[in-house]
């Protein structure tokens, strides 16, 4: 039995790479060969929320460098945690530190349904 896969290949690269390799995906892209490669920005950490169809914040996380992608996937669609109608909206901050001091101030003010409260 021949297994059909979604994709006929996958990229990984360096982030300092992200513009030569769109290149690359386009072109194969043009060749008819499907591709996969994350666009999310992986060097630096973000603060991510999960929104509602309104707009409403549902969740709000901090994704570590180097792990955005592997952490937001669970949230997008095929996620373990996808709720349809559901957006991920991100901002990349330059440390942890900050990432994180940010979410807790999001997460204060706007009390997002799915986070637990602060003890």
């Known amino acids: 039995m021949i297994k059909k ?7 990984s690269f360096a982030d300092e790479d992200r513009e030569y390799v769109e290149a ?3 072109t194969l892209k043009n060749s008819s060969i499907e591709v ?10 973000v603060v991510y929320k999960i929104l509602t169809e309104g707009e409403k914040n ?3 996380g901090v994704a570590k460098r180097g792990k955005v992608y592997v952490t937001l996937q669970q949230h ?3 996620g373990k945690n996808y709720v349809p109608g559901s957006k ?3 901002e990349r901050i330059d440390s942890i530190q ?17 986070n637990k409260p602060a003890k």
């Open 58 to 60: 549902n969740y709000t």
């Open 5 to 11: 896969y979604e994709y006929d290949v996958a990229l």
């Open 24 to 26: 690359v995906a386009t």
């Open 76 to 78: 997008l669609q095929g």
């Open 36 to 45: 996969f490669f994350s666009q999310l920005p992986n060097d630096k950490p």
């Open 88 to 90: 991920v909206r991100i």
């Open 98 to 114: 900050q990432a994180q001091q940010k979410a807790d101030r999001i997460i204060t003010t706007s009390k997002p349904k799915y």
